[in-house]
């Protein structure tokens, strides 16, 4: 019985391989899918079904009988039927689907997905029904626009590019007696950054100064505080004024600002499995930015130059996740 179950599983998966190997040379990749009657499948809906052996019935009743009203009737609703075929058809045929951008996310995170449906003549499109296989959905009128923006979301997986699958795009309009479908692979990859961990400290920069911190330098020009006057301070740096107050005698500091990036190494996390490194890094990284100081990055085969700003950190984070990531083809 086991060996039996397990046959037929090999067999299912057999077929689907060979099905999805039939459709990737239907409908290739790419950026932008213009639907036509080789990439548009059409076939009868539940209610379709029930309603064609509702049609078989009536015809045997009329041949039974011989009824010219059960004739008429028959075919009246099987002429219907074809109308609502070309109907459920042309509602798809002509629609370009274009990929626009996909966000970047961390791991577990939902990643937005940008697409553009336009239509290719001034036909009116209803209820066009669009998801991937584990996204979110939406629904799509082109009635008085000649184009919609789509956005659709979904939770990515480990770092890499993610490819959400295959879109399908469906529709039953007018009657709901046939669904109306294609699969589209569209050449659209959301980049998912490391998973961050934190740690307590960054080992190797634990006594270092970070970057903008103020460090005492007599002859600077930059305001600091006050300290109490040592023997030998100039008397240009005295705080007159609190004196005349009746305060203590004190004298006046200057600072000048640190200048010192801070770079993440791959090697301050010596002896840690890969990912785990690349997780504190992306950490640290994102700390840095948040506290708006400069830093750079070392990796294996990847220099950044210490810089701030959401573009370097959006540069920092892709080196990170394209880390020993085969390179991605269409």
């Given at each position: 019985m086991l060996s039996q179950e397990l046959g037929g599983q090999g067999i299912r998966q057999r077929l689907r391989a060979r099905f999805r190997a039939w459709v990737?040379?239907?409908?290739?990749?790419?950026?932008?899918?213009?639907?036509?009657?080789?990439?548009i499948f059409i076939f009868p809906s539940r209610a379709g079904f029930f309603f064609g052996l509702s049609l078989l019935l009536m015809l045997a009743t009329a041949i039974n009988y011989q009824n010219n009203m059960s004739y008429a009737l028959t075919?009246?609703?099987?002429?219907?039927?074809?109308?609502?075929?070309?109907?459920?058809?042309?509602?798809?045929?002509?629609?370009?689907?274009?990929?626009?951008?996909?966000?970047?996310?961390?791991?577990?995170?939902?990643?937005?997905?940008?697409?553009?449906?336009?239509?290719?003549?001034?036909?009116?499109?209803?209820?066009?029904?669009?998801?991937?296989?584990?996204?979110s959905e939406d629904l799509v009128n082109l009635v008085t626009a000649d184009s919609v923006r789509v956005q659709l979301h979904t939770a990515v997986g480990k770092r890499g590019w993610f490819s959400p699958g295959r879109l399908l795009l469906e529709s039953t309009y007018p009657l709901g007696l046939l669904r109306c479908w294609t699969w589209i692979d569209l050449d659209l990859y959301a980049l998912?950054?490391?998973?961050?961990?934190?740690?307590?400290?960054?080992?190797?920069?634990?006594?270092?100064?970070?970057?903008?911190?103020?460090?005492?330098?007599?002859?600077?020009?930059?305001?600091?505080?006050?300290?109490?006057?040592?023997?030998?301070?100039?008397?240009?740096q005295l705080?007159?004024?609190?004196?005349?107050?009746?305060?203590?005698?004190?004298?006046?500091?200057?600072?000048?600002?640190?200048?010192?990036?801070?770079?993440?190494?791959?090697?301050?996390?010596?002896g840690l499995p890969t990912e785990m490194r690349l997780s504190y890094l992306c950490y640290w990284a994102l700390e840095f930015d948040r506290r708006n100081e400069e830093y750079g990055l070392r990796i294996p085969g990847e220099l950044i130059q210490p810089g701030i700003g959401e573009k370097h950190r959006s540069e920092i984070l892709k080196a990170l996740a394209l880390y020993q990531v085969p390179e991605r083809h269409a």
């Open positions: 990737n040379r239907r409908i290739p990749p790419a950026r932008a899918v213009t639907l036509n009657q080789r990439r075919f009246l609703l099987f002429t219907l039927f074809i109308i609502a075929t070309l109907h459920t058809y042309a509602n798809l045929s002509g629609l370009t689907i274009r990929a626009l951008r996909a966000q970047s996310a961390f791991p577990g995170q939902q990643a937005e997905f940008d697409l553009q449906v336009e239509r290719g003549k001034r036909r009116a499109h209803f209820a066009l029904h669009l998801m991937w296989p584990e996204s998912v950054y490391p998973q961050p961990l934190a740690c307590a400290e960054l080992p190797g920069l634990a006594s270092d100064r970070p970057d903008g911190a103020a460090v005492a330098v007599s002859g600077s020009d930059d305001f600091y505080g006050f300290r109490d006057y040592r023997r030998g301070d100039s008397l240009r705080h007159w004024k609190g004196l005349a107050k009746g305060q203590a005698l004190q004298s006046k500091q200057y600072a000048a600002y640190a200048d010192r990036s801070v770079w993440l190494d791959w090697d301050m996390f010596s």
